[in-house]
């Protein structure tokens, strides 16, 4: 999962995110963050909320067109 990685470096070094991702589903993108996470497992907290994904309370916008 290449953009995890991306996703994740942006969460944590910008006020604003986006991704456009037409083919995984969010609920399937946030649970397989975690261990499918580029330098290892991921140990920060991932959810969503409002229909978007939070990273460490760090919410980004997804596209899926």
């Known amino acids: 999962m290449e953009a995890a ?3 994740a ?7 604003k995110v986006t991704v456009n991702d ?3 589903d ?3 993108m946030v649970y397989m963050f975690p261990p499918d996470f580029t330098h290892g497992k ?3 907290n991932i959810n969503t909320e409002n229909g978007k994904p ?3 309370e ?3 916008i997804i596209f899926q067109e």
Do not use: C, K
């Open 26 to 28: 969010l609920n399937y």
């Open 42 to 44: 991921f140990h920060g």
């Open 54 to 56: 939070v990273i460490d």
């Open 58 to 60: 760090n919410p980004f």
């Open 22 to 24: 037409p083919i995984i």
């Open 5 to 7: 990685n991306h996703i």
């Open 9 to 15: 470096m942006a969460a944590f070094n910008s006020d």
